[in-house]
């Protein structure tokens, strides 16, 4: 395999470290988070190891910054979605379609890197640190727009958003298994996601 030349366009500090934050995700996305090297993204970047490690103290400091990158783009995405959906109440419907397209399309998922966290990395501190308040401040989110809909009376307003929250995450991580390993197929999926909206609105599919 010829080797990816290390020599690149000088970028601004913040540009630099954003290119690479888009390396490594592709990178991590397709190999791990144990099996990844800094010099293979590097390679990959087109730039030097030493290059990398200035923006980057550490491999898990990059790929935790991997991790608030992917939540950043859906969060975006779901803003979108949002902000194109009039009726408050069908925003959990579009918001999980457009997830699921996601995963559809083999993008690398938040849930895709927590998984990859929790299973090689989750032994370090900092890690367990770092995804105790992520995944809070995801849960936070989601709690939100679920009150917004049962103010518009899309679910039912006896359902606890918090819970119902934390149910969803769950959720993700369930389907980011199902994928990895074929234990759950499409109408698999279909079925599931029929009884979280019957639970959730009150109403029969």
């Avoid at 990158?69 to 109440?89: F, G, Y």
């Avoid at 899309?154 to 298994?177: H, K, Q, V, Y």
Wanted: some cysteine; glycine content about 6%.
């Amino acid at each position: 395999m010829t080797p990816v030349a290390t020599t690149s366009i000088r970028l601004p500090a913040a540009e630099r470290r954003q290119a690479l934050v888009e390396t490594a995700l592709r990178v991590f996305s397709e190999g791990s988070y144990r099996g990844t090297t800094t010099a293979e993204i590097a390679r990959e970047a087109g730039v030097s190891e030493p290059i990398l490690y200035r923006h980057f103290a550490s491999k898990r400091e990059l790929y935790l910054a991997c991790i608030d990158e992917a939540w950043h783009r859906l969060r975006a995405l779901w803003e979108e979605t949002i902000a194109s959906e009039p009726d408050p109440a069908n925003w959990i419907g579009v918001m999980a379609k457009s997830y699921i397209c996601l995963g559809d399309a083999k993008t690398v998922t938040v849930a895709d890197l927590w998984m990859q966290a929790v299973i090689e990395a989750g032994d370090d501190p900092e890690v367990r640190k770092f995804l105790k308040r992520h995944m809070r401040e995801v849960h936070d989110y989601m709690a939100d727009v679920i009150r917004k809909v049962q103010a518009a009376r899309g679910i039912n307003p006896a359902r606890d958003a918090d819970a119902e929250a934390w149910i969803s995450l769950a959720g993700g991580l369930l389907g980011t298994i199902g994928r990895r390993v074929g234990l759950l197929k499409d109408g698999d999926f279909e079925s599931i996601r029929a009884s979280r909206r019957e639970w959730m609105t009150g109403k029969k599919p």
